[in-house]
């Protein structure tokens, strides 16, 4: 299996525009997960998901928009691009048992102009 | 804010074992202790976890205190590609609420030189 994928890899967005970052796994994963990482920063969670139909907003979740709809995949969705929202995006997955690991897929490195 | 504090830097020589300490002095009872690291730029990478006794696996070992208060990662026999930020995370077992979430601090960046 593929594991966790992201989609773009690279994107440069001028201010105001909007996008949506994908972030798929084939793990049948419940819960998934969205953080954006600033140069020389830990992580920072955006939002989260617990399940289908199920969403929840982390440290930073303003001016980004998610939604689930199904188990496999969790866009994040920016709609007006900021100067400060440019970073590197890391989605994530794991299952929901208590001691589990979770999978981060490679990264959207994202420039807003 | 995490709840971990780790040295924000350490040197180890290619071929030695590597200690990296964490300090989790408020962890509750049935939170676990979580190890990742991020290489370069790429995403982070599950090295292990516990939550009372040590564990090890193909990667390297963990040490918890008695007490839960602090925790060693042990990488046993350390290689140039081992440099990465290592990061060090409480989590607690629930994902139905935030706490259940990892919460990245700035983690320890380990340089394994030659």
């Known amino acids: 299996n593929a594991g966790v994928t992201q989609t773009p890899k690279f994107q440069v967005l001028k201010t105001g525009q909007s996008m949506t970052l994908q972030c798929a796994q084939d793990m049948n994963h419940e819960y998934m997960s969205w953080y954006r990482q600033d140069p020389g920063m830990g992580l920072r969670l955006i939002h989260y998901s617990v399940g289908a139909g199920i969403t929840d907003q982390g440290e930073v979740p303003n001016g980004y928009n998610v939604s689930r709809s199904t188990t496999e995949d969790f866009p994040l969705r920016l709609l007006s691009a900021a100067p400060s929202q440019t970073s590197v995006y890391f989605c994530?997955?794991?299952?929901?048992?208590?001691?589990?690991?979770?999978?981060f897929g490679p990264g959207t490195r994202l420039t807003v102009t | 804010d995490a709840k971990t504090t780790q040295p924000p830097s350490m040197d180890c020589a290619e071929g030695r074992a590597a200690n990296l300490p964490c300090n989790h002095s408020?962890?509750?009872?049935?939170?676990?202790v979580y190890w990742y690291r991020q290489i370069h730029s790429q995403g982070p990478q599950y090295i292990i976890h516990?939550?009372?006794n040590n564990e090890t696996n193909e990667m390297a070992s963990l040490i918890i205190t008695e007490d839960r208060k602090s925790s060693t990662l042990i990488l046993p026999h350390a290689t140039l590609r081992d440099t990465a930020v290592y990061y060090c995370?409480?989590?607690?077992?629930?994902?139905?609420?935030?706490?259940?979430?990892?919460?990245f601090g700035k983690g320890t960046k380990l340089s394994v030189k030659p």
């Open positions: 516990g939550l009372k």
């Open positions: 994530a997955s794991s299952t929901l048992d208590g001691g589990a690991e979770q999978y």
């Open positions: 995370i409480v989590r607690h077992p629930n994902y139905g609420g935030s706490q259940g979430n990892l919460i």
């Open positions: 408020t962890i509750s009872g049935n939170e676990y």
